[in-house]
């Protein structure tokens, strides 16, 4: 990526060089930072001069922060190689306090070596610590058929599988495409049923990126049995038969984003089988992180919006709301277009937010009088307009909703703002819109942390959902009691046994629900499923929904049966029902269930982490007494023969059939 630097900034690097050369580091540092407010993204090339430099000086945390900085510099390789030479070198991948740990395998059909080397950089860069194994070239088949394979004993948590469009066994031309589209999905199902016998690992598979040469030219989309047709409907089909289980880069779209002849360089190809160019890599590290991160429950899930010159042209407080420019011209077009994404975002599941400075009366009169708006107030869970710093605001927003600000991305078409907001709150994802509104949908469509592992109905309501506990906490504030407040709720909740329906949302909660999580055990989509065959687990998931909303499935409890007692592994709750008293009612029908199997106690654990400080006196709440405490992780009891069922006072259950293959019955004030 190249840019254009200030004077201040190409004379502050360049004495910065001076000063590195004469061996002054710590002033030579000042003078790369000095260059480094004056350009967002920071350029790589000043990344690296600042991450050198801090390693000179043994700090280790600042190098390996400016080298990590690189993956929002752009896409030169090079850089990204020497980014991840210089962390490796100083940390060999390790941090004190990762985000998440993950191991990862890349199974390839081309030569993978300079994926698996930058790889862990885009990780780093999103607080994941990547141990990244790499298949022998052209092994991937062997390695995921053999249960014995160096692969597996890898213990990955995600198995890369790294292919490219020469693999596909489909011919020139085919008398038979749908057969021979049929043999090449199984083919690849198969692998992928392999890795499910042998593994706990997701598989994430590449599609097939169509190759720029095209002998049939513009015939081959007109001929169903042409090679060009049948990968295209390979493609298709991958799609539709992961579903849940298995994630796909769309190698085909990202091929066609940096242009085809880019995507792969013939000279790399026939030198050392590098299907991918080399210039390509980091684009493709990023979207395979930002897919993991998803399955780790690190994406994003709160877009704050700022309005003037943003979300329309102009001051609403100066220009009013008919001088706006928000449909009609060019630039008026450019902005209701970036509406309609933005709503798109909304409705695969992006919480919305307003954070302006701003007269609050003003600010929303654009909304709720200007015809060519798309956004309406509705959209948005939290709507703040006022003239204090939108640092506080941002804070505010996240307590509102009840999430840490690393769930936080700002947009803003000022950069001082922005600048002001990587300053005070560096958790938050800032997006600095360009000058020209034609290119902000691209601008925001190129962010990745807001990829999703699966879609759910939960994920299709989360505004309204979020925006009902905003209406909630109004109306706390209107009650004398808490008992008042949970019984003006109104609240009904549906207990049922992970199904087939419900296991795309219990996974994605497994993997994202940080605050209410007592062990933050991060089960995948087969340990799930294994869970749901075993017959001392009980298992299930609750969904609420009060006065403002269907809140839809928002907790869940996973308990392994020793003869008479039960332990729980899992017992989590979306952070937006917290309060709420639906542990009462999770521990109530868990009695029932013990009341049912004969169980006499119920053991609890918690494994604290930095997030989930919040449910730390849970257990000694209900009166489960403390059995053993190690290094932190402490160990409950509960004697469910002597003291008997827990209450639920304040939640209807709804009737919900059957419970594990149980007959069951709704339960209200205990069992």
Known sequence: MKQSLSNEASEAIERGDRLKTAGELDEAICAYLVAAAHVYPVPASLCLSLARAYIRTNNVAEAIRWASAVVDAGDDFSSWLSAASLIENATNWKTEKPRRRSRVAIAGSFTTLQLRAILPLAGFRHGIEFEVWETPYGQYRQELLNPQSALYQ???????????????????????????????????????????????????????????????????????????????????????????????????????????????????????????????????????????????????????????????????????????????????????????YILHLKDKGVILAICSKNNEADAKEPFERHRETRLKLDDFAVFVANWEPKADNLVRIAETLGVGLDAIVFVDDNPVECAAIRRALPQVDVIALPSDPAYYTRTLSQYLMFEMATFTDEDAHRTEQYRARTLARRLEKSVSSLDELWESLEMTATIEPFNEFNLPRVAQLIGKTNQFNLTTRRHGQAQIEAFVQNPDCIHFSLRLRDRFADHGLVALMIVLQQDSVFEIDTWLMSCRVIGRTVEDAMLAHLCAHAAQRGATTIRGLYIPTAKNQLVKDVYSKFGFSIAKEVAGEQIWHYDFAARGSIENRFIKIADQGEINGRPSRAVRAGV
């Open 154 to 340: 890898s213990r990955p948590d995600f198995i890369i599988l790294a292919v490219h469009e020469g693999e596909l066994a489909l011919p020139f031309l085919s008398n038979d495409s749908e057969t021979e589209v049929t043999q090449e999905l199984d083919r690849w199902t198969n692998l992928w049923e392999a890795v499910a016998r042998h593994s706990k690992a997701r598989v994430i598979q590449f599609n097939f990126a169509l190759p720029a040469e095209a002998p049939l030219g513009h015939l081959a989309l007109r001929l169903p049995g042409s090679r060009y047709a049948m990968t295209q409907a390979v493609n298709t089909a991958l799609g539709m038969a992961a579903q849940t289980r298995v994630d796909i880069i769309d190698c085909e779209r990202l091929s066609a984003l940096v242009g085809k002849e880019r995507w792969c360089d013939p000279r790399y190809w026939h030198l050392s089988k590098q299907a991918v160019a080399l210039s390509a890599l980091p684009l493709l590290a990023r979207h395979i992180t930002a897919v993991i991160a998803a399955n780790l429950g690190l994406s994003r899930k709160v877009l704050v919006l700022d309005l003037d010159n943003t979300l329309w042209g102009g001051v609403i407080g100066e220009d009013g709301v008919n001088g706006i420019k928000l449909g009609g011209d060019q630039a008026g077009e450019a902005f209701v277009a970036f509406h309609e």
